[in-house]
Structures are given as structure tokens and as C-alpha cells.
């Protein structure tokens, strides 16, 4: 495999840098990454730059391969990775959206400030949110499904929690797609992947998920209404996603589109870029069970939101936590954008990517059409995090997509070998950060000092026109797996 580099990237302005067609053989478009020169000094150790242009050479992509700023090495595309394909020529590949389907972030926002929150130890709510909502590698929900039932989730989605008393019908208002994907067929999703996630919903999960009390500590110029926020407000972000039948469902799927390559004669440089045509029947079956698999992920959400309502009115009786806005990170959708000067419909693959569509976009919420669609960007565990509107200069050229995190720099093995537990704790108690994890060994893993600056990946996508700043935030708790 021919490595992809720094040093051969062209500098296009001060956020942007161009991947040169040729760095890799057979591309057939540019690669774009979105960047500070910081964040640059800490891309290149490994694949994610090869990645972006090998994403290039599949067939039928249009526009460019773009790599965001919070870009690292993943199976296939790199993770902050976007592409889109033409319908008729183009591709759907798993690597595309990766283990976690509809791995994605929701935003609370709570009718209490920072002296409200202060009246109750923070230690109190850490302990109080980890017994209501599981959390950790295997973990189980309290709620328990049959294969009927978990047909009913997958073809439902967020739909189905609600009317099974998880939280209210105004929620759905402010989910990306209304928390449901369409065109979902339980039918395509495996025995062994229903299995895993008839125990597992409503539950948070390992890795770098995790619910977040956070204190808003600045306001920007997109803090306008009916969003409105103020210094000092609380406001709570989850981050979990589809848990082991999502991962079950890419393993599948990955098996089966490695035996489409030679049916499809689609020849590719990195075997986890394994595909299919898009209107071929193993593409559209793994699109239907991709489709489960996010609603799945959504109705987890769902549910995790509200026990955390439930659980925090045991402190607070008149809290209020209102949905802002629940965005997929991990997820291949049909959309219609700006090619070659022409309105077409495209697939846009988007791995550790947000949707950020402009004001006006059909496919927001109302009440957020002349501002835009929400954006939200967390941090890791001891770090800012911040909400962003989508823009139209977004939609103009990067599929309507934005960054989706901090990004790693360094690897889960490599923060373990650095760091210790001691000192993870004692950074975030420094800092006044009540912490409740199921794993410790998943706490050095997520340090902060294991991702890129928060700051410079921000920076990177307004500075570019991608996104505005709303408000930045710290974080107060945080429960992880």
C-alpha cells in the first residue's frame, strides 16, 4: 500500500489542503482535508491520509474524498472520513460507516444552572446516572425484548421507544430523520445480530460513549433563538450507538461484499474498502440492515434519555431536559446535492461525520430552519465540547458534512502504555470533574490527552465555512462504560 503523507498534500488556504490525484494509483477524484497547520503537525503517524485517498479510487465517487479535521486511521475510511457516490455508478462499502451504525451524540438542554446544579455533590449524580442507565463492554439493558419485539425496534426506531413510554412525541421532532430510517428490513439483519441486541438496549456501552452533565462557559454569534443558551446553563450530552447488533450487522456484511468484489470485478487497493454497486442486491441488503441498525441505535438513545430525565428528578423534581437536536455520526444515506453544477442523488458515506445542513434545508426542523441544523461537537471526558450550526457552504462542498469530535491522536494500546489511572483521576478531579466509569482500563483509553485539541478542529471547520459556533461547554460529570 502506497502511505500517504503530509509533506504531499497542497496547500489550498489556511483550513483547507488538497490529496493530488496520482498519490495513490487508479484515483478517480481529489482528496480534501480540512485542517490547521497544528492539527497537521499530529495527521500522518498513521493510515488516515492513505485512506482518504484511497476512498478515491472507488468507483462511481463524486466531488472529493474529504477528510475532516478529527481524522485517524479506521477499518476501510478513515474516521472522519466522507464520500459520495453516484447512483448508477457508484458503490455502498461497510468501511464507509464502519462497527458502530448510528454511533451518534444527542444535546439536553436543562431548565438549571451551574448554582441549581452546585446545591447536590457532583459525586451524587455521577452514582445516580450510572445505577439508572447501564453502561460498560457487554452490558445489558434493563429493558428486555423478544425477536419480535427487536423487529419492531429495528423498523421503528426511536418511534417505538416513545410509544413504549421512553420519553415524548415532541423528541422526535429533533432527531436527524425523525429517528427512523425507512427503509429498514429486520429481514436483512442476521439471527446473531438480533441476539446481541435484544440484551443490550437501552444501554450506554464502552469505549469513548458516555453521558456528560456540562456547564455552557461561552456563547458565540450562531447563540441565537430559539436556542438562546446562557452562560452558566446545564446542559447534558449522550454518546452512544447500536451497540453489538450494529457491529454484528458490518461484520456480516463485510463478509459478504469481500465475495462481491470478484462477482462485481471491482478491483480496490485496501481489501476493507470491500463494496458493491448500489443497486446491486448485496448493497441493498446491507443498506436495509444498516437501516436497523441505526434505528436500533436511535431507540437506544431514546431510552437512555429518558432515564437520565428520570433519574435526575430525584434531585431535581422540576428539571426539565428539552432535545436540542440528535445527529448520526456513522451512516450512509440517499440525499440530493450540488454536482458538477446539477442538482443530483447521490449515497453519502459519512464515518465519524455530522451532517451540518444549512438554514432552510427541507429535512430540519422548523424551528431551527433560518438558523440551521445543530451540530454538535463533543470533547473527551476532561475537554471542551461545542454545538455548531450546519451552513450552506457546507451543503455547497462537503455533502452537508462536518467533523464529529476531537478525533484521536493516539492510540487506545498507546495511552495505556503512557498513562496510568492515578494520574487520569487526578486530572479530572483537578478540574472539578465528577467521574463514574465501568471500566478503568476505558479511562486511560480515553484520556484527554489521547485526542487532537478541541479547539483547532473547531477552528478548522468554521474557519472553512462549514459550521458557527454556538456555545462551548465543560464537562461537570461523566458516566462511561
Known amino acids: 500500500m502506497n502511505k500517504v503523507d503530509v509533506s504531499q498534500l497542497e496547500r489550498i488556504d489556511n483550513y483547507r489542503w488538497r490529496i493530488p490525484k496520482g498519490v495513490v494509483p487508479h484515483m478517480n477524484a481529489e482528496g ?5 497547520e497544528n492539527i497537521l503537525k499530529v495527521i500522518g503517524d498513521d493510515l488516515s491520509l492513505t485512506q482518504t485517498a484511497n476512498v478515491a479510487t472507488l468507483p462511481g465517487i463524486v466531488g472529493k474524498s474529504i477528510a475532516m479535521p478529527d481524522i485517524h486511521q479506521g477499518y476501510g475510511f478513515a474516521i472522519g472520513g466522507v464520500a459520495a457516490f453516484d447512483l448508477e455508478k457508484g458503490v455502498v462499502s461497510p468501511g464507509g460507516v464502519g462497527f458502530d451504525i448510528n454511533c451518534g451524540v444527542r444535546l439536553l ?3 438549571l444552572t451551574i448554582e441549581e446544579l452546585d446545591k447536590v455533590p457532583r459525586e451524587y449524580i455521577a452514582n445516580k446516572l ?12 434493563v429493558t428486555r425484548v423478544d425477536i419480535a419485539q ?22 422526535l421532532k429533533f432527531i436527524e430523520s425523525g429517528g427512523k ?21 437501552g444501554s450506554l456501552g464502552s469505549g469513548n460513549h458516555f453521558i456528560e452533565v456540562q456547564e455552557v462557559v461561552e456563547t458565540f454569534e450562531g447563540n441565537e433563538a430559539p436556542l438562546n443558551f446562557k452562560k452558566g446553563d446545564i446542559v447534558i450530552l449522550i454518546h452512544t450507538g447500536s451497540r453489538g447488533l450494529g457491529h454484528q450487522v458490518a461484520t456480516d456484511y463485510i463478509r459478504i461484499m469481500k465475495h462481491a468484489l ?18 446491486s442486491p448485496e ?40 432535545l436540542i437536536y440528535d445527529v448520526a455520526h456513522n451512516i450512509a444515506k440517499f440525499e440530493k446535492h450540488k454536482v458538477g453544477g446539477k442538482m443530483v442523488e447521490v449515497l453519502v458515506h ?7 445542513f444549512g438554514p432552510g434545508h427541507k429535512e430540519i426542523p422548523e424551528e431551527y430552519s433560518k438558523i440551521g441544523q445543530p451540530v454538535i461537537i463533543p470533547g473527551s471526558m476532561g475537554t471542551y465540547s461545542y454545538l455548531l450550526l450546519g451552513t450552506k457552504g457546507a451543503e455547497e462542498e462537503s455533502f452537508g458534512s462536518c467533523c464529529h469530535g476531537a478525533g484521536r491522536s493516539m492510540s487506545r494500546s498507546e495511552a495505556k502504555r503512557r498513562y496510568t489511572l492515578e494520574k487520569a483521576f487526578k486530572d479530572l478531579e483537578a478540574k472539578g470533574i465528577a467521574i463514574k466509569a465501568a471500566s478503568q482500563s476505558g479511562v486511560i483509553e480515553e484520556i484527554p490527552e489521547a485526542y487532537k485539541d478541541i479547539d483547532e478542529v473547531v477552528e478548522a471547520v468554521v474557519g472553512a465555512g462549514l459550521a458557527r459556533k454556538v456555545i462551548k461547554t465543560r464537562p461537570l460529570v461523566v458516566v462511561k462504560g
Open 150 to 171: 427487536i423487529d419492531e425496534v429495528l423498523k421503528n426506531g426511536a418511534e417505538w421507544a416513545i410509544k413504549n413510554g421512553y420519553g415524548i412525541d415532541e423528541d
Open 130 to 141: 450510572f445505577k439508572y442507565i447501564p453502561a460498560g463492554l457487554g452490558s445489558e439493558g
Open 32 to 36: 480534501l482535508v480540512y485542517a490547521t
Open 283 to 322: 448493497a441493498q441488503d446491507y443498506l436495509s440492515a444498516m437501516a436497523c441498525a441505526a434505528n436500533f441505535a436511535w431507540a437506544n438513545r431514546q431510552m437512555i434519555l429518558h432515564w437520565t430525565r428520570e433519574s435526575l428528578k430525584s434531585f431535581f423534581p422540576d428539571i426539565k431536559l428539552d
Open 262 to 279: 470478484e462477482k462485481y470485478q471491482i478491483q480496490i487497493p485496501d481489501l476493507e474498502l470491500c463494496c458493491a454497486p448500489i443497486s
Open 350 to 356: 459519512r464515518k465519524g461525520a455530522t451532517r451540518a
Open 181 to 201: 430510517l425507512e427503509n429498514a428490513d429486520p429481514s436483512k439483519v442476521s439471527p446473531s445480530a438480533k441476539k446481541r441486541g435484544k440484551s443490550q438496549l
Open 109 to 111: 438542554k436543562t431548565n
